[in-house]
């Protein structure tokens, strides 16, 4: 079957905008994370989802990050007033359950000018 | 906080030949799994090998194998026989709490000669 898809794969934005970054995750997969690499370093954890409900978003970096995932599948990662600092390449994964092997989708690229 | 620490920044290997990448992780969990990702530069991550703390035998795929020492917090990755589409970054992780999510470590990035 498909595995974890995420668009858009590139994203250019001007500090200050807001984003919207999408998941889609394998299907039957009920735990979905988002993790966040910055050039030269390993993925840092920002949230993970088991169903509908956020399990763990202690890996958020402040308020202006937010993410959904209303109906248990596709999830959506939210950023608000977006910094020059926020330029990084977003990890989207899913694990048929929580605790299971994490799958990871190709990432999307964003940077903010 | 659990820290996963990969001490070799780069490695590289002749083709055909064998290379070991190292990994030292730290957690209070005491069944977990750990795991190492490869990624190209397509950025793509691929699983390429699990090990699942409470086994006392080490984890083989093909050509990749790890050296799993529990109590020295170990998890060494071997490829053998080295291609050149082994080339990439690999990364070690670990859980963070209760198994999930997963802690990575800063990466080894491989090159495989021809």
């Known amino acids: 079957g498909a595995g974890v898809s995420q668009t858009p794969s590139n994203k250019v934005t001007e500090k200050g905008k807001y984003v919207e970054l999408r998941c889609d995750p394998i299907?039957?997969?009920?735990?979905l994370y988002w993790y966040r690499q910055s050039l030269g370093q390993g993925p840092e954890f920002l949230i993970y989802?088991?169903?509908?409900?956020?399990?763990?978003d202690s890996g958020l970096p402040n308020d202006r990050f937010f993410a959904v995932r209303p109906e248990g599948s596709v999830s959506t990662l939210k950023i608000q007033r977006t910094e020059r600092g926020d330029s990084a390449v977003y990890l989207c994964?899913?694990?048929?359950?929580?605790?299971?092997?994490?799958?990871f989708g190709p990432g999307t690229r964003l940077l903010v000018l | 906080a659990q820290t996963v620490t990969q001490s070799q920044p780069e490695m590289s290997v002749q083709e055909a030949e064998t290379v070991t990448l190292s990994c030292t992780y730290d957690?209070?969990?005491?069944?977990?799994?750990l795991f190492w990702y490869k990624q190209p530069p397509s950025r793509q991550m691929i699983l390429v090998i699990r090990?699942?703390?409470?086994?006392?035998q080490n984890a083989t795929e093909n050509r990749f194998s790890v050296n799993f020492q529990k109590a020295a917090k170990s998890f060494s990755l071997k490829i053998s026989d080295s291609q050149l589409g082994d080339t990439a970054m690999y990364f070690c992780?670990?859980?963070?709490?209760?198994?999930?999510?997963?802690?990575f470590g800063k990466g080894t990035r491989l090159s495989v000669i021809a």
């Open positions: 090990q699942e703390a409470y086994k006392q």
């Open positions: 992780a670990s859980p963070h709490s209760g198994n999930t999510p997963l802690v």
């Open positions: 994964a899913s694990s048929l359950n929580s605790g299971e092997t994490q799958y």
């Open positions: 989802f088991q169903g509908t409900g956020a399990a763990d």
């Open positions: 299907s039957g997969h009920t735990a």
């Open positions: 957690t209070s969990e005491n069944n977990y799994y």
